[in-house]
């Protein structure tokens, strides 16, 4: 017997279900026989018959036109025009951004092809005749991340969209084009999502224009919008996306097979694969995953089986779709900057040389390019010229002329002296070196200087104080520490702005005032994938303060600036320099997008974007030492949960006289705003002055001194430009009912309106010091000074002379405080003694002779004749010298009294009125020697002024001869004034904002020092690489009086804190206050130094969140939580808990540094919550000696990876505990050991 094995499809297919079978045979001889056989239904068994499977793949939605002869105007309307029947047209919508360009509506085939664009190629069918209004629906599905988005659609007239059949967008009526942002919706899972869009135009114009955007978790655009269609569309279920899972459905697969005898089929097995991984589901449908990074066609053979366990094998192509890998973002910004800040304008200059004619030497009166070609003077002439050292001498000497000019100076080590002299316009001078000796001339115009230096390399030198130019308006000294500090100079004639490496500076009547700050702003790019697939879309900057500008890129209508990608260098850095108003500390966040293109540059993805922060410093807020929440940012932070410093305190015991000189003049009626500008309320609902604000905070302080155990005796001095309230309260702390009307003072009677004088204030408080109400020698003075203006520059030598009074008459301590925004540090410094940093010299003016006296001349008369005399009358000196008949007598003379010149420097002027007279002045030192003389004559009115007095003792003597033949003659003298350039000691002062602000600083009022407590606070860093402190920075061992560092104030104590740092960089910057940057970037560098051993601290909580960061938890039992990155922890003084709580493990490692067996434990009970037993701790813990024989490493493991704890320096400290050979514990031992550096355990 014989069976034969025929594939099904070699069977015939004919009408009839019989098979026959015909077999011929022979012998050796030849001899044949032939044998037939046949078969019906059920006696054979026949094959499945698999075929290939493929995907059906275009980008883009199906898309359905609809004809309407009649008005829509709702999405209703438009629904039930596509439910009642077919579509008159389809169409692949691939790109949504439709219009018309001519606006008659999409009514007609034209008209359609014409709104569709290049989409009309798709088009099938045809528009009914007398349609009038047409309705689109477009159905799919697209790629979403998981994330926040929202739609931005520009449209007329009305649609609806829908994300896996949820509203995301509608708008339910007719309008003309209209741009909309709708809400904000979430999709929880990357992946396809369906989508629906219905639009309907109903005659006229014609827009459809949907893009969508990504959201941060703050409600913040991420990057820009897209096109919605640049994501990836999907057809069938043989079509996903990079590195997404599909599921493969049997049916769909075995649709296109068959079985000849009718049995069933079924999916065997999965052979050849390539792309990627197939697996089989329980159900039997495949699920098929992309290998990482790989796009394109994929295919596997599958085989098919019938119940007879018959098979065939078909092959099913996958197209995978490429999607965007993303990107990462480093970014940090630094105070200052390396770069020359000329550099454009240098770069400019060359380029122009490039392609101009160039003129060795000078040129003419056109615009001229000039180069040196030897040491002589290079002269420009008229024009606006460019000129520029040729590099050929040590000297270069360049005279701009007429016109606006631009002085470029070399930069070679061997030039030595430069001269840049602007002359006429406004012009621009460049030093291309510091180590270049320098003169900047700017001559008549706006002119602005150019050094590559920071100010923290440059000594301030006053005018006349440099001996090598004793005629510049001021100098800079620069030391090179790179070449054995030979020095340099940079000396300023009429130049009105100069430009360093830290900012930009402004020169007004020899007063150097900083307007800006350089940032310099480093970005770091990486692409997920470096096949060449993706690119950077953009780089977007925002948090840019108002008036800032970058030097790189362009500024948004959103105040964001934008830097174009291609700037990014080849390995994705760029470093942009920020120039910022002073003191606006900025906080950047930078945002960039990559986007998958084809081999055409097109997209084939939703852009991908990336944020990264600029690292900042946070403080508490309000109360300085307080238990405060203070929380880092994204960026690489700087956290303190206590800013140190002193305490405020009344000492016990003593008695107070306490002066409240505060200022009610007109602005303190302006409204108190936060920092979002929005006015503040008081408690009634009412909007919030800075009186109001001023009220509050006065109210409190007081009531608090009405608790001391010593007399407080208060004046409460309310000024403008006059006196609106003084009102004495005596011994508050005894009298309950004049405290109460204290407190009604200030509520009531304190008008806002007037001007401000600060010596008016300050003169009332010197009367009540010194009257006999009080004994303010026995007493404890003290002045609180509280204000919201500047003094006017008229009353400021009387506001000075007022409060120098206070100070050494009373021996008062005077705190200011500045309200708002209006006043500055710039005056207020000069009045208050509560922190003196340095001195300063202040332009003073007093009167040597008033003449107020008629019966004192303030000196004496000589070689007075009958027809000659002086004398005072009505505040002036008096000459008189009548010369009647021609009779010429004697010269009236007057010398003063001896009056003494504290300072160089100073100046004496008076007016003198003259009637025919020949007046002379001469002025000598008390020993005789003349030191200035001149003459007026005529009859007029002048002022003579006499400059540049040495310090020492002088006479002067004033001399009036009057006209031959002259009755009246007479020379009027006004008063005698002496102007002096006096130190003046500078207070650190405080300007305040919010009521918690002035609380704070009246609250620092103290008149004795006690170092303040530490709260106990709450720190968190959040994300980036962070350093954090648990108590104020110690700043006890800053570097001072070394290394080129200013030698430490007497007056600041140690346990000063925050304050201490912000003295030391503002006497290393020649007096400028350091912006929050400077103190920043100062810690970050120096982190090390703060963290001393100090028992002063609170109890505190430090957790680093995501990043490696470093946690000092200083003084204190303090608890600091690591994980989330390879983070530092420094425990500090104190029993610490070292912990972990629940997160993903990630393969991290953190280091302890100081712990201390027996005092310091680690706590994983919230890293292992479900770990009931010792045993099932055990079973994730492992602990062994590090390799260098010095550290004891705990790791915790688990499913998702391991987190390793470093005890560094422990190994030795472990006595009682054993290992085996390889340095590991185990058994017993490794239990014991848990439980001695562990709490929180199970069971302990």
């Given amino acids: 017997m014989y069976s034969i094995e025929v594939d099904g499809s070699d069977l015939v297919d004919d009408e009839d279900t019989r098979v026959e079978a015909s077999v011929t045979t022979s012998d050796d001889a030849g001899n044949e026989a032939t044998a037939t056989a046949d078969a019906t239904d059920g006696d054979y068994d026949v094959s499945p018959i698999a075929n290939d499977d493929t995907y059906t793949h275009t980008h883009g939605l199906s898309g359905a036109y609809y004809g309407h002869n009649s008005q829509v105007s709702s999405v209703a309307v438009a629904l039930s025009v596509i439910n009642a029947g077919d579509p008159d047209v389809t169409f692949t919508a691939t790109d949504l951004d439709y219009s018309l360009s001519v606006t008659s509506g999409v009514d007609d085939d034209a008209q359609l092809s014409d709104f569709l664009g290049d989409d009309a190629d798709s088009i099938s069918g045809n528009v009914p005749n007398g349609t009038t209004d047409g309705v689109f629906n477009l159905t799919g599905a697209i790629y979403l991340d998981e994330g926040e988005f929202a739609l931005k659609v520009n449209a007329d007239d009305g649609y609806s969209i829908k994300i896996d059949g949820v509203v995301v967008a509608e708008v339910d009526s007719n309008q003309s084009p209209t741009e909309r942002i709708h809400n904000v919706f979430e999709i929880t899972d990357a992946g396809y999502h369906t989508i629906e869009i219905v639009y309907w135009d109903q005659g006229g114009n014609a827009v459809l224009d949907i893009d969508v955007g990504q959201y941060d978790q703050g409600g913040s655009l991420i990057g820009d919008f897209s096109p919605l269609l640049d994501a990836p569309t999907l057809n069938d279920e043989l079509c996903t996306v990079e590195g997404l899972l599909t599921t493969i459905s049997t049916a769909s697969l075995l649709a296109n097979d068959s079985d000849p005898d009718g049995d069933s089929l079924t999916i065997q097995s999965v052979t050849s694969v390539s792309g990627g991984t197939v697996t089989l589901s329980e159900n039997g449908d495949i699920q098929f995953t992309p290998e990482d990074g790989f796009t394109g066609d994929a295919t596997f053979t599958y085989v ?64 001229n390019l000039l180069v040196s070609t030897n040491g002589a003077w290079v002269e420009g002439y008229g024009g606006n010229d460019i000129i520029v050292d040729g590099g050929v ?48 001339y700017g001559g008549s115009g706006s002119d602005t200087a150019y050094i590559p230096a920071s100010l923290s390399q440059l000594k301030f030198i006053p005018g006349g104080d440099n001996n090598l130019a004793p005629q510049a308006d001021f100098s800079y000294k620069y030391v090179d520490t790179e070449n054995d500090n030979a020095v340099t100079y940079h000396d300023f004639y009429d130049i009105e702005t100069f430009v360093l490496q830290d900012g930009t500076y402004s020169v007004n009547d020899g007063v150097v005032t900083k307007v800006t700050d350089f940032f310099n702003l480093d970005i770091d790019v990486s692409l997920m994938d470096n096949d060449g697939s993706e690119i950077i879309t953009d780089i977007v900057i925002n948090g840019v303060p108002d008036g800032s500008t970058l030097n790189v890129g362009s500024q948004n209508q959103d105040g964001s600036w934008s830097i174009p990608s291609d700037k990014l260098d080849a390995s994705g850095h760029i470093s942009v320099v920020v120039e910022a108003p002073v003191g606006s500390q900025p906080v950047l966040t930078i945002s960039v ?83 979002n500008n929005v006015v503040l309320k008081n408690p009634d609902g009412s909007s919030m002055t800075r009186m109001d604000m001023m009220q509050v905070a006065l109210i409190n302080l007081v009531t608090s001194f009405s608790g001391h155990d010593g007399v407080v005796n208060i004046s409460l001095i309310g000024f403008d430009d006059n006196i609106d309230v003084s009102f004495e309260a005596l011994n508050i702390t005894e009298d309950s009912d004049i ?10 009677n304190l008008p806002v309106g007037g001007g401000t004088d600060y010596g008016v204030g300050f003169s009332e408080a010197n009367d009540w010091f010194g009257s006999d109400d009080i004994d303010s020698n026995a007493y404890e003075n003290m002045t609180l000074f509280l204000t919201d203006g500047e003094p006017n520059t008229s009353t400021l030598d009387q506001a000075l002379t007022e409060y120098n009074e206070l100070v050494t008459t009373h021996n008062a301590e005077v705190m200011a405080i500045g309200i708002g925004s209006e006043v500055t540090t710039d005056y207020l410094k000069y009045f208050d003694n509560t922190s003196t940093i340095t001195q300063e010299l202040v332009s003073q003016t007093s009167k040597i002779f008033e003449f107020s006296d008629s019966s004192d001349l303030e000196g004496t008369n000589q070689n007075n004749d009958s027809s000659s005399n002086t004398y005072v009358s009505g505040g002036d000196l008096v000459l008189v010298d009548n010369d009647r008949n021609s009779y010429n007598s004697l010269t ?49 009115t002048f002022e003579i002024s006499v400059t540049d007095i040495s310090s020492g003792k002088y006479y002067i003597v004033l001399s009036h001869d009057g006209y031959s033949g002259y009755r009246n003659t007479y020379a009027s003298i006004d008063d005698i004034s002496l102007t002096q350039n006096t130190p003046v000691n500078v207070g650190e002062v405080q300007i305040v904002n919010t009521p918690d602000e002035l609380e704070a600083a009246l609250q620092g009022s103290e008149t004795i020092k006690e170092i303040a407590s530490m709260g106990s606070d709450q720190v968190l860093g959040n994300e980036g690489d962070d350093i954090l402190f648990g108590d104020a920075i110690n700043t006890d061992n800053l570097p001072w009086g070394i290394d080129g560092n200013p030698d430490k104030p007497i007056d600041l104590d140690d346990g000063a804190g925050l304050s201490a740092l912000v003295s030391f960089l503002q006497l290393n910057n020649n007096g400028i206050e350091p912006s929050d940057m ?61 912990k972990w709580v629940d997160e993903p493990l990630d393969d991290y490692r953190d280091v302890i540094t100081d712990f201390e067996v027996g005092s310091d434990h680690i706590d994983l009970s919230e890293l292992l919550h479900d770990e009931n037993t010792m045993d099932d701790v055990l079973e994730h813990l492992s602990a062994k000696i590090s390799d260098n024989n010095q550290d004891l490493e705990l790791t915790i493991t688990n499913d998702q990876g391991s987190q390793t704890i470093v005890l560094q320096g422990q190994a030795n400290n472990l006595s009682g505990f054993d290992v085996d050979s390889s340095g590991v514990y185990s058994g017993d031992e490794l239990t014991n050991l848990v439980n001695s550096l562990m709490t929180n355990l199970p069971n302990s």
């Fill in 304 to 367: 098919v089986a019938d119940a007879d366990g018959l098979t065939d094998s078909a092959t099913v192509t996958v197209h995978v779709e490429p999607k965007s890998s993303g990107l990462s973002v480093d970014v940090e910004l630094s105070f200052g900057t390396d770069i020359n800040p000329a550099d454009l304008i240098i770069s400019d200059a060359e380029a122009q040389f490039e392609t101009g004619t160039v003129i060795e030497g000078s040129g003419n009166s056109s615009d």
């Fill in 393 to 440: 001498s040590n000297d270069f000497q360049a005279s701009g002329g007429e016109g606006n000019d631009i002085l470029i100076g070399g930069n070679s080590y061997e030039l030595t002296n430069v001269s840049l002299n602007a002359g006429a316009g406004n012009d621009v001078l460049v030093s291309q070196s510091a180590t270049a000796t320098t003169a900047y």
């Fill in 593 to 675: 997008g990559a986007q998958e293109v084809d081999a055409q540059g097109e997209p084939v993805d939703l852009p991908k974007y990336a944020e990264a922060e600029t690292g900042s410093i946070a403080t508490p807020d309000t109360d300085p030492n307080g238990d405060n929440k203070v929380e880092g940012s994204s960026g690489d932070d700087v956290v303190m949960g206590d800013s140190g410093g002193y305490v405020t305190s009344v000492t016990p015991g003593l008695n107070y006289n306490i002066a409240l000189v505060v200022d009610a003049s007109g602005s303190m009626g302006a409204f108190v705003k936060d920092s």
């Fill in 739 to 748: 405290l109460v009307e204290l407190i009604s003072k200030i509520e009531h």
């Fill in 892 to 940: 009236t003379e007057w010398k003063s009294d001896d009056f003494n010149v504290a300072f160089d420097g100073s100046s004496i002027s008076f007016d003198v009125q003259l009637s025919n007279s020949n007046f002379a002045w001469e002025l000598f030192t008390k020993r005789g020697n003349l030191v200035d003389s001149g003459n007026k004559s005529g009859s007029s």
């Fill in 1078 to 1138: 400077e103190i920043y970037q100062y810690i970050r560098d120096n982190h090390e130094i703060f963290d001393i051993d100090d028992a002063r601290g609170g109890d505190d909580t430090v957790e680093g969140g995501e990043g490696k960061d470093i946690i000092y938890g200083q003084g204190g039992d303090d608890t600091l939580i690591g994980g989330l990155g390879n983070d530092i922890l420094v425990g500090g003084e104190g029993d610490d808990i070292f």
